[in-house]
């Protein structure tokens, strides 16, 4: 009875020294629609962790990468902070219809629709 005593409250112990670490990781999910409202499927989408980054295009926080069938992509292991999006496909993108997301919720799937025009 004492060793299981002992178990639970070393268990308890070792769960509340890990309080800090995260099961699900920051991500952020991506829509494209265009200005009609249709998503965009092969739309090519990258991030960027400040605005003077993403009016530079230089080091942008992810690789480019290409919205599915659905016009969905999917950033993982993200900081919890705003991001500046940059999203084109042929003669379409965002600028001046949205670039800045908010600032994305620690642990969650943060989801954001990005219009092209």
Same mark, same amino acid.
């Given at each position: 009875? =004492?060793?299981?005593?002992?178990?639970?409250?070393?268990?308890?112990?070792?769960?509340?020294?890990?309080?800090?670490?995260?099961?699900?990781?920051?991500?952020? &999910?991506?829509?494209?629609?265009?200005?009609?409202? =249709?998503?965009?499927?092969?739309?090519?989408?990258?991030?960027?962790?400040?605005?003077?980054?993403?009016?530079?295009?230089?080091?942008?926080?992810?690789?480019?990468?290409?919205?599915?069938?659905?016009?969905?992509?999917?950033?993982?292991?993200?900081?919890?902070?705003?991001?500046?999006?940059?999203?084109?496909?042929? *003669? &379409? =993108? =965002?600028?001046?219809?949205?670039?800045?997301?908010?600032?994305?919720? *620690?642990?969650?799937?943060?989801?954001?629709?990005?219009?092209?025009?």
């Amino acid at each position: 009875m =004492n060793t299981r005593i002992l178990a639970s409250f070393l268990l308890l112990s070792v769960t509340i020294a890990a309080g800090n670490y995260q099961v699900f990781k920051t991500s952020i &999910k991506i829509t494209v629609i265009d200005e009609l409202g =249709n998503i965009v499927e092969g739309a090519s989408v990258q991030i960027y962790g400040s605005e003077e980054d993403y009016r530079n295009e230089s080091n942008p926080v992810t690789d480019v990468a290409v919205t599915d069938k659905k016009g969905q992509v999917k950033f993982k292991e993200l900081e919890s902070k705003v991001y500046f999006v940059n999203v084109s496909k042929g *003669d &379409k =993108n =965002n600028i001046g219809a949205g670039v800045q997301t908010a600032k994305l919720e *620690d642990g969650k799937l943060n989801k954001v629709n990005i219009v092209i025009e």
